[in-house]
T-cell receptor, first 114, second 112 residues
Framework: NAGVMQNPRHLVRRRGQEARLRCSPM?????VYWYRQLPEEGLKFMVY????????ESGMPKERFSAEFPKEGPSILRIQQVVRGDSAAYFC????????????FGEGSWLTVV | GESVGLHLPTLSVQEGDNSIINCAYS??????FIWYKQESGKGPQFIID?????DKRQGQRVTVLLNKTVKHLSLQIAATQPGDSAVYFC???????????FGSGTKLNVKP
């Protein structure tokens, strides 16, 4: 049973480009969470999604960031017009529909903006 | 919003000693807590959890203690091993909500 799969693991973008980060939850999990981690800091909640629905996006920046979790396929975190301050590790986690109290993390996607 | 913080950013211990990592939280409504371990370049791994109706829970070599009166959480690791070297985060949430709040982490260095 594969864990939470994230890709790409490492992504380099120039300022102004777009970054797309993908997350496939664990099998049977329909809840997906995105967290951002700056160097030497903790994880900051960004968004919580269920299939085709954004449940809580209170941690998402108001501009340039968006997330989706379509009926088919992985969840996508999209960052438009990236800036250097977007450089961070982005972690996806998932949980089953019956229990949102234990979430399982992927290995992360490291975004570097040059 | 909620605030979860740690007292010690870095902890160095000798192999074989016991380690204690502390965490303070500010939201008295939080009733579920998890400790995660994060090794360099990897995602957080679940270690142990505790609900607010308990004050102690034990796992394999790890114990979590919860003091709701002072909103304090600790992780005790017995007979610390080099493989325990990592950053440890506490996370808290309200049980029926799906948003976890994480502290800034404590880096544990285990000296051989």
């Amino acid at each position: 049973n594969a864990g939470v799969m994230q890709n790409p693991r490492h992504l380099v973008r120039r300022r102004g480009q777009e970054a797309r980060l993908r997350c496939s939850p664990m099998k049977g999990h329909s809840h997906v969470y995105w967290y951002r981690q700056l160097p030497e800091e903790g994880l900051k909640f960004m968004v919580y999604l269920q299939k085709e629905n954004i449940i809580d996006e209170s941690g998402m920046p108001k501009e340039r960031f968006s997330a989706e979790f379509p009926k088919e396929g992985p969840s996508i975190l999209r960052i438009q017009q990236v800036v250097r301050g977007d450089s961070a590790a982005y972690f996806c986690a998932s949980s089953p529909p019956s229990n949102g109290n234990t979430i399982y993390f992927g290995e992360g996607s490291w975004l570097t903006v040059v | 919003g909620e605030s979860v913080g740690l007292h010690l950013p870095t902890l160095s211990v000798q192999e074989g000693d016991n380690s204690i990592i502390n965490c303070a939280y500010s939201n008295s409504a939080s009733d579920y807590f998890i400790w995660y371990k994060q090794e360099s370049g990897k995602g957080p791994q679940f270690i142990i959890d505790i609900r607010s109706n308990m004050d102690k829970r034990q796992g394999q070599r790890v114990t979590v203690l919860l003091n709701k009166t002072v909103k304090h959480l600790s992780l005790q690791i017995a007979a610390t091993q080099p493989g325990d070297s990592a950053v440890y985060f506490c996370a808290e949430k309200q049980y029926n909500f799906n948003k976890f709040y994480f502290g800034s982490g404590t880096k544990l260095n285990v000296k051989p």
